[in-house]
């Protein structure tokens, strides 16, 4: 015999496990852009505790008893207190969804905000006036006149959702704008079929069909965005690697190398075969998508260095301060921003150029410096006018970003010299900011 009311609930339980599910895997994951990931990790737990909540309610009803009367009495409260959280959840995620953190000038922005808090005070308000249903002694549900309010009030902020998601439609790709329409369309029809068929929560299980939606196109978008960042952090890698194999540095090896074999053959052995060497790392790296230790970039830097000394002598002074090495960043991160070091350093200076490098561990990770005191620059204009340093720095930054979630900080003062910092923070500490 068909049981109505037990598929009812298995439909209310399997949305709230789905719901769960989902907000277990967005939670784990941490490529989410981080508010938005945030605001769907709410929606779906939210979501979860909703339809769990309406399952409890529809399963103790009729059910005689204390226990069971405050089990019926709770389970309602939620169902329409978090139906109205659901609503400004959403409200919120369209919002910054369409203008992000900074633009929200719109009056219906706020005014959504405001009927949704409203709506929830009133569902407060009803638990002692009675206001939206009441729990007869036989723990039965029935609405009461002013449980109109409770769907008037969400519709109110459904219009506004719908004017903001038309009105800025061309902000969203045509997946996200129908993935957005649907939390609005599915409850509406299903507030409609309530006026003529009372018994099951329409309206709940439409959310969920939402809420599935929502979840698959964030997906999505994930994956597109990850795809995004891996083809420019290759087109970042290639272009790295052929701006740090630079003409000047070649040509000047290569001459420092000739001059030494009629001086110095086993020198220019040595030098040789650390030039090859150098060369060598700089092409593995080419499509390494994954950081390396500081320990190996640091030999890479100091192979560099050492053929510079060879050239320039003791115009050149190099110190290192490395208190840590237990960390990892991009290959080829440091390397380039040493190169530049010792070029602005040496750059129109007759004194001894001094090249300071430390690594040190701090409260929230690690921290890499590189310090030159030579003539210094206007770093705007430097960054500009010279195409060479543009792609290195901003290679730099964009793989320090992707791959480690660093940051890079360059400053500069004419006439006392550069410094740049490199910060990278904890495994540890960037999951916990993630959360």
């Known amino acids: 015999m068909f049981n109505r009311q037990g598929l009812h609930i298995a439909m209310l339980l399997w949305g709230s496990i789905f719901s769960l599910i989902a907000a277990i895997c967005m939670f784990l994951s941490k490529n989410f852009e981080k508010t938005k990931r945030r605001d769907m990790l709410h929606l779906l737990l939210c979501s979860s505790c909703l339809l769990f909540s309406d399952a409890v309610a529809w399963g103790y009803r009729g059910i005689s008893g204390r226990t069971a009367g405050y089990v019926v009495l709770v389970s309602n409260f939620l169902v329409f207190f978090l139906s109205d959280v659901m609503l400004f959840l959403y409200h919120d995620y369209l919002c910054y969804t369409l203008f992000g953190k ?3 000038h719109d009056k219906r922005i706020l005014l959504g905000y405001g009927i949704a808090v409203f709506a929830m005070l009133l569902v407060i308000l009803s638990q002692f006036t009675h206001l939206y249903y009441n729990i007869d ?15 008037l009030l969400p519709l109110f902020v459904t219009i506004l959702d719908v004017t903001l998601l038309v009105q800025y439609r061309k902000r969203l790709g045509v997946r996200t704008f129908v993935a957005m329409l649907s939390y609005i369309v599915l409850p509406i029809l299903a507030m409609i079929g309530l006026l003529f068929y009372y018994g099951i929560s329409l309206t709940n299980i439409a959310i969920s069909i939402s ?3 929502l979840f698959a196109e964030a997906v999505m978008e994930q994956n597109e965005n990850l795809a995004q960042k891996e083809k420019q952090l290759w087109e970042s890698q290639i272009a790295l690697t052929i701006s740090q194999i630079q003409p000047h ?8 190398i000739a001059e030494l074999c009629r001086k110095d053959p086993e020198m220019a052995e040595e030098v040789t075969n650390r030039f090859a060497g150098y060369l060598r790392m700089n092409l593995e790296h080419m499509g390494d998508r994954t950081p390396v230790s500081f320990q190996k970039e640091l030999a890479h830097v100091r192979t560099y260095l050492w053929i510079e000394k060879i050239r320039f002598q003791d115009a050149i002074r190099v110190v290192y301060d490395i208190r840590t090495e237990n960390f990892r960043l991009p290959a080829l991160s440091v390397q380039p921003l040493v190169e530049n070091a010792v070029k602005h350093g040496m750059m129109g200076s007759e004194k001894v150029c001094t090249i300071t490098i430390m690594a040190s561990q701090t409260k929230t990770g690690y921290q890499v410096v590189i310090r030159d005191d030579g003539c210094g620059f206007d770093v705007t204009q430097r960054i500009k006018n010279d195409g060479r340093d543009h792609v290195g720095i901003d290679s730099v930054r964009s793989r320090l970003e992707m791959m480690v979630n660093g940051t890079l900080t360059i400053t500069s003062e004419i006439g006392k010299g550069t410094t740049v910092v490199i910060d990278i923070p904890d495994e540890e500490e960037t999951g916990k900011e993630a959360v």
């Open 102 to 104: 900074d633009d929200r």
């Open 137 to 151: 002694s036989n723990n039965l549900y029935y609405r009461r006149p002013g449980y109109f309010l409770s769907v």
């Open 211 to 213: 809420m599935i939606l």
């Open 249 to 256: 540095f070649l040509y000047n090896t290569l001459s420092t």
